[in-house]
């Protein structure tokens, strides 16, 4: 039996008809960031250590003025040319300079949150008697979520040294993010390079995030709409996590069918005790035609009815229950932090599931 679902879990979406989508529930008035927003909890040290991976790791782009680059990245994505947005390397470069650092931070924290529920490397390997935590980042090529499992083994340092832990991660995306997947990786696994001027006392402090030996990172480019069932059963098969972080809705507003095809695939492919973490902004709608007239329905609400479902057709398919849920949340990004790239508080919904046997 798995851990017990969340107290927090405040169910906010309507149940699900059986049968197809039909009555949209109605949209929520946001709530003042004011009432809701509580300091992150995790060491100040620690997330300056994370935006310094990635200052470190494109050091000639910021040598530049990014900012035209950023300008026109922006512009592709408000047009949503994802194509063009994530064409070029420098494009990559910029947007995970100024896009994935506050996201990486805001992330660290989630997992904080949850990481009674998370449980990371609770399995032994077989092999090695190593505790292992495999995590697969779909849509996770721009490197926050590496980013914030570097720091996290660096916040779990304590317990993992006496476990021999090791994170294998898998991240997967549409764009060619393969360079700026080393890079980042790099940084996390690697001592900063420090001023020939540094002190001794900062020469000696001075560590990488993690041990290269217990943090591997493989990157894969496909489009997960269009992965045949046995390449993702290969690709996500073997993960304790999968992690669906600002991109589910990208994937309904692409194709709302192609996104439930792929999410019945993904529940196809992993094992029970598996978990989904999905993390998008909140009040994301999709936009779905029936019968000739169109209606908006909340990503939660979509996510829920695919996974969820207890119609009759369902009987037979492997199912999920949700642990935890939060409607809107917020990260607010400590005043003390430096970076050359404007940094943002951030506002998400969150929803994680397990995969039940
Ligand atoms: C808004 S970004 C979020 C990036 C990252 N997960 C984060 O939280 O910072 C969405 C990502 O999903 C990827 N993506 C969009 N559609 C995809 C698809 N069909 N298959 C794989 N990746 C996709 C994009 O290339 C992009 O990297």
Redesign the pocket.
């Known amino acids: 039996m798995g851990p017990p679902i969340s107290r927090n879990l405040h169910r906010t979406t309507k149940k699900a008809p059986s049968k197809g989508p039909s009555k949209p529930p109605k949209a929520k008035a946001p709530v003042a960031a004011a009432e809701i927003a509580p300091s992150s909890t995790l060491p100040i040290d620690l997330l300056q250590l994370l935006l310094n991976v990635f200052k470190n790791s494109f050091p000639d782009r910021l040598s530049s003025d990014i900012k035209p680059l950023l300008q026109e990245v922006k512009g592709h994505?408000y047009n949503r040319d994802?194509a063009t947005a994530?064409g070029k390397e420098e494009y990559l470069e910029a947007?995970a300079l100024r896009?994935?650092p506050s996201?990486?931070l805001c992330?660290l924290q989630i997992f904080e949150d949850l990481k009674d529920e998370l449980n990371p490397f609770h399995s032994v390997s077989e092999e090695t008697e190593d505790a292992e935590w495999d995590v697969v980042?779909?849509?996770?090529?721009?490197?926050?979520?590496i980013v914030t499992l570097g720091g996290l083994m660096k916040l779990l340092e304590p317990v993992n040294e006496e476990h021999g832990a090791e994170a294998n991660i898998t991240a997967?995306?549409?764009?060619d993010?393969s360079n700026v997947v080393t890079r980042l990786r790099d940084g996390v696994v690697n001592k900063p390079l420090l001023s020939k001027y540094a002190s001794a006392a900062a020469q000696e402090a001075n560590k990488a995030l993690t041990d290269p030996a217990c943090f591997s990172v493989a990157f894969h480019q496909?489009?997960?709409?269009?992965?045949p069932l046995d390449i993702l059963s290969k690709l996500v098969g073997k993960a304790d996590l999968v992690?669906?972080?600002?991109?589910l809705n990208?994937?309904y507003t692409?194709s709302l069918s192609?996104t439930q095809k792929?999410l019945l695939s993904l529940t196809t492919s992993l094992s029970a005790g598996a978990l989904l973490l999905v993390?998008d902004s909140p009040g994301s709608y999709s936009t779905v035609s029936l019968n000739g007239t169109e209606k908006k329905y909340p990503m939660q609400w979509l996510l829920d009815h695919t996974l969820l479902d207890t119609g009759s057709k369902a009987q037979d398919s492997p199912k999920w229950e949700k642990i935890k849920e939060e409607e809107s949340k917020w990260f607010r990004l400590p005043d003390t932090l430096r970076y050359p790239i404007e940094l943002e508080n951030m506002r998400y919904q969150l929803h994680l599931y397990r995969r039940c046997g």
């Open positions: 994505l994802f994530f947007y896009w994935s996201r990486a992330y980042c779909l849509g996770g090529g721009a490197g926050a979520e997967i995306d549409i764009a993010w496909h489009d997960i709409l269009n992965t992690t669906l972080l600002f991109t990208e994937l692409t192609l792929f993390v």
